[in-house]
């Protein structure tokens, strides 16, 4: 039998709490959107308690954004066991989860978010925080692809490519929000086949990038992501046939 008695929270905790609920609510409304009235009502106290527990709305923001982005690198966590293209494959699982359940928040943290100040001007700090957090979410996911390779001090031509594919794989997925007019499961699958296209194109200029593309095939399954890209390659080589020359120079 309940007594209908709120447990009183700690500071941490309550503050804990309304991160929680601004971050739910930011999942499915764009932050600008979104009152303080509005998440004090969420988690059940006064709008007065919540500016005890944050100064204003953008503090409450950055908050939320600071949890988003640590789980959102986390994502990109991969124990480093069996073929590469299906370790990227459920990265791509797990970083189009978040999308799909954070979407306004997702597009918010990535294309930098409202920050603005009480008076309504753009807060030069605030932007500045947020960017250094996209930057983190960033990095991190660069850091742990490279984990995945195995190559702890990659030349300059890798880091051209893993930096692109991060980059391709934010933006495809800002595009996808728009819409969702292409199947999830396709687009996580094609971001794999990107990752190996990107690779194979820096190998065609590059011998070191050739032994490191080599190598990461040479690990992987026929029926496996990779595996597919070149069956699909391979059944559009007679459709290339009927191209004239001309046009393929």
């Known amino acids: 039998m309940t007594t209908g008695v709120r447990r009183r ?20 409304r764009s932050p600008d959107d979104v009152s303080i009235d509005e998440i004090a009502a969420a988690a059940g106290i006064s709008r007065p308690l919540v500016y005890h527990y944050f100064p204003g709305k953008q503090s409450l ?25 299906a370790r990227l494959l459920r990265v791509m699982g797990r970083f189009f989860d978040f999308v799909d359940d954070h979407g306004p928040g997702f597009s918010a943290l990535m294309r930098g978010g409202p920050a603005v100040s009480a008076g309504g001007a753009c807060s030069r700090d ?3 925080t947020t960017n250094a957090m996209i930057d983190e ?25 893993v930096r692109s594919w991060v980059s391709l794989a934010e933006s495809t997925a800002l595009i996808w929000l728009d819409g969702r007019r292409i199947p999830r499961a396709e687009l996580e699958l094609q971001l794999v086949h990107d990752f190996a296209a990107l690779c194979a194109v820096s190998a065609a200029y590059d011998d070191e990038m050739a032994g490191i593309l080599l190598r990461i095939l040479g690990d992987e399954p026929a029926e496996g992501p990779f ?7 391979v059944s559009l080589a007679p459709s290339l046939d009927r191209v004239p020359a001309q046009r393929l120079r």
């Open 9 to 28: 929270m700690g500071v941490d905790e309550r503050r804990q709490q309304l991160i929680g609920v601004a971050l739910e609510l930011f999942s499915h």
């Open 61 to 85: 923001y950055e908050a939320a954004l600071r949890r988003a982005a640590d789980e959102l690198a986390g994502r990109f966590q991969e124990p480093p066991e069996g073929p590469l293209g």
């Open 126 to 128: 605030a932007m500045s």
């Open 137 to 161: 979410v960033r990095q991190a996911a660069y850091e742990q692809i490279l984990a995945h390779l195995g190559i702890a001090e990659p030349p300059a031509r890798l880091q051209l490519v």
């Open 227 to 233: 595996g597919d890209l070149v069956g699909r390659l």
